[in-house]
Nanobody, 122 residues
Framework: QVQLMESGGGSVQDGGSLRLSCSVSGNIYSKSMAWFRQAPRREREAVASIDNDGNRNYAEFVKGRFTISQDNAKKTLFLQMFNLEPEDTAVYYC?????????????????WGQGTQVTVSS
């Protein structure tokens, strides 16, 4: 049984930093993974993805502030976030196993974590 569990969320001031982690248990056929977020009254949106070859994609709003990475065993996914803004406030989810290589930045993943809250205050 595949399980994804996020951690590292919290409350920070405008300009602060957080590092999110996502631990993976079980066997996932596709190890392409991503971070999504969902703010109240908004649709879930992609933040960053990383594929099996280590290629990364980022949403425009990241603006070089976030970095997605994974450990060598690909059992943990990270999202380092710098210079956080109030607009980054959301529940952040990790996801694994997209339906296809074209879905890396779309919410079409097989496995999802429960999410971790990130709150940025001004």
């Amino acid at each position: 049984q595949v399980q994804l569990m996020e951690s590292g969320g919290g409350s920070v001031q405008d300009g602060g930093s957080l590092r999110l982690s996502c631990s993976v248990s079980g066997n996932i056929y596709s190890k392409s993974m991503a971070w999504f977020r969902q703010a109240p009254r908004r649709e879930r949106e992609a933040v960053a993805s990383i594929d099996n070859d280590g290629n990364r994609n980022y949403a425009e709003f990241v603006k070089g502030r976030f970095t997605i990475s994974q450990d060598n065993a690909k059992k943990t996914l990270f999202l380092q976030m710098f210079n956080l803004e109030p607009e980054d406030t959301a529940v952040y989810y990790c996801a694994a196993g997209p339906h296809s290589e074209y879905d890396l930045m779309r919410p079409r993943y097989t496995y999802w974590g429960q999410g971790t809250q990130v709150t940025v205050s001004s």
